[in-house]
């Protein structure tokens, strides 16, 4: 079976072999294996870490390709069937892709981008349930996104904004850049920044949109309700409550806010129904109350994604006492 770009980047011997002459059998191999070529200038990249990939030893249209197979291996990834290593793998294959376009551009390849509407193009990176990636933007910003999110990308010409979308959880640490602004968008607000380390907690389905700055400052904008701009300092968390339509600003530990980073979350009087929702992402699971009350009963305390989810439902009936059934992929939940 003929290789695809996939399987030569994947393959262990594949990347060991890959050196510094890479680029100079470039053309030969383009001429005999294009999809061992592409995989080849990927990997290289990804090895080296280094801007080397001159105009005489590729083309513009080799980037194209490279965009083209990259945004592919990222998106026809199936969740849960790969290992978290190759996981964070494809996320670097993927920022490789927006390093050649944005890199190529400024060093005046139009050819890379020859319509308005390429220059506009959308990149979306993902994360499944139970699964975490890290990435690094072009504009060297970086990104760690949680379980269940999704972070868009505007590859735009702007040199006075660089802009995202989120949907789910996620940790920026953006460098300081005075002449742009960087804006993250949710569905309940967006948070502008200009060089800082901050925390979006932004899931559709959670009673919460959360933000937390750990270094510098951000504005908080577009919130429903409220004309003026929230300003945040280092150690304040903003948080608006999708229900009762109220925000507030509260002073916490953001060490405790980002240990999901670790695999680890701290509550603190968490009702167990919104509880739930984190633990479905971090464990691949469906969890059901058999009594609905149950899911207003409190509880404090840590998790940890590599405990089993018995053991923290024992923690739990030690305040409130349950009882699960476990049926595969679902968690059903009861009174004792």
Known sequence: MKKSVNDWLFSK?????????????????KKENPASAVAGLIAYVLKFKKKELLPAATHSDDF????????????????????????????????????????????????????????????????????QSELTLPDGTFVALNYDSKLTYRISESKSLREVELEGQAFFKVPKDQSRTFRVITTDMSVNVLGTEFDVRAYRNDLKTETTLLEGSVEIQGISNQQEP???????????????????VVAVDVQLATLWRAGEYYF?????????KTLERMYQVNI????????????????YQDEDISELFELINLTVPVKIKVAGDDIWIARK
């Open 230 to 248: 929230v300003l945040l300092k280092p150690g304040e968390q903003w948080s608006f409550n999708k229900t009762t339509g109220k925000h507030a």
């Open 268 to 276: 603190d009087k968490i009702a167990l129904g919104e509880l739930s």
């Open 13 to 29: 011997k594949f990347q060991d072999d890959v050196s510094r002459e890479t680029l100079e059998n470039y053309k030969n191999k």
């Open 64 to 131: 194209l390709v490279i965009r083209q197979h990259s945004i592919e291996t990222f998106r026809n990834t199936s969740s849960g069937k790969i290992s978290i290593a190759r996981y964070f793998r494809i996320a670097a294959v993927a920022s490789v892709l927006l390093l050649f376009g944005v890199a190529g551009y400024l060093a005046g390849d139009r050819q890379l981008f020859s319509t308005q509407s390429e220059q506009a193009e959308i990149i979306e990176f993902k994360t499944p349930k139970g699964q």
């Open 288 to 303: 059901h109350f058999q009594d609905s009350s149950l899911e207003n009963e409190v509880y404090s305390g840590s998790v």
